[in-house]
């Protein structure tokens, strides 16, 4: 029997009041990790419980009792470290600190960890240092593209997330893997990315996240939309990039099988995670695929969808396999409007 993909997915608490156990549980045989980041920490993401009171226990408790029931699931544990900037304490004592006090907790309230996912080499030397047997992963946003880049750091990493700008390149991804199976790494892939291809304002808007706390509490420039992408797609005849970009068609996710190790879905903070992970479980989505990323952009199209439906028996060819070499190609602009729809 051929061997189904397994996912990563992002712990959330959901605010159209879902449980998020619940989705873990209805999709266990296909979840293999839950990866979060500890409340009032920085990451990826806004921190866990942004908008409530600074250290709210609530927010902690859930977090500590939800991580502690997925455990018992069978499903790994993935603590993030993946800001991309951690200030002047980026290779200090009070670092390794502080990263050794939030896996304690998790320990404690969950009786282990699996995994760290990291974009620091110092966070991945202090895992290395102090709990070896935990799985240390790199993030995606160290944005590590090649084997060659991963053997400068193999000795820090067990495992590694593509750079999602090469993942469509369907035999490139296989020589990578090629290389991680032969020198005992893992490969990951982040499929449901609405970020742009290549995007040259990927290091600052990761950066900005990284100072969230203290950037939400500055006067914004006035005028001043701090998203490349939010600003690109207010051209309607710039939108046409969104197919250029680096997600991966829930369709076409099994030709990963043999790639990827596990495939991670975006979702810590999508409005909407159980009909993502849904659509990526079940190799099929009706609706609108703008609605599957994160951040999903739906409203930078509006009034109009891109109908996952529509989408050609060609596409996952055309697209693996041509190099990303838009300024000599027209497909993507060509083919653009024949999969909108008006709401």
């Known amino acids: 029997m051929k061997d189904k993909m397994k996912f990563a997915i992002g712990y959330q608490e959901p605010e159209n009041g879902e449980d998020f156990l619940s989705i873990v549980e209805d999709y266990q045989d296909r979840i293999s990790e839950v990866y979060f980041a500890w409340p009032g920490k920085a990451s990826g993401r806004p921190p866990l419980g942004k908008g409530r009171s600074t250290g709210d226990h609530g927010s902690i408790e859930d977090l500590e009792f939800n991580i502690s029931e997925i455990r018992k699931l069978g499903v790994k544990l993935d603590l993030l470290f993946n800001a991309t900037c951690y200030g002047g304490k980026a290779a200090s004592k ?161 030709n990963y099988e043999k790639i990827a190790d596990v495939a991670k879905l975006a979702t810590r903070i999508h409005s909407n995670p159980r009909m993502v992970i849904d659509a990526y479980v079940n190799g099929r989505h009706d609706g609108n695929l703008l609605d599957l990323f994160e951040p999903t952009l739906s409203m930078a199209f509006a009034p109009e969808i891109i109908s996952n439906r529509k989408f050609p028996v060609g596409w996952f060819k055309k697209t693996s396999t041509c190099g990303h070499k838009c300024h000599k190609c027209g497909y993507c602009e060509e083919l653009f409007p024949q999969l909108l729809e008006k709401l």
């Open 94 to 254: 009070e670092l390794e600190r502080e990263v050794m006090s939030v896996a304690e907790k998790v320990t404690a309230a969950a009786g282990g960890l699996e995994i760290i996912t990291t974009s620091s080499i110092a966070v991945a030397w202090i895992f290395k240092k102090h709990l070896p047997k935990v799985e240390v992963r790199a993030s995606v946003n160290m944005k590590i593209g090649s084997p060659e880049s991963m053997s400068y750091v193999s000795e820090l990493f067990d495992s590694f997330h593509l750079q999602r700008d090469v993942q469509r390149d369907i035999k490139y991804a296989r020589e990578v893997k090629k290389w991680c199976a032969a020198n005992g790494k893992k490969l990951c892939l982040l499929v449901n990315s609405g970020c742009l291809y290549c995007c040259p304002g990927q290091l600052f808007h990761d950066n900005l996240v990284a100072h969230d706390d203290e950037a939400s509490g500055m006067e914004g420039i006035e005028g001043f939309i701090p998203h490349v992408c939010w600003n690109l797609f207010k051209d309607p005849g710039k939108r046409s990039s969104i197919l250029k970009a680096t997600w991966i068609r829930p369709e076409y996710l099994h």
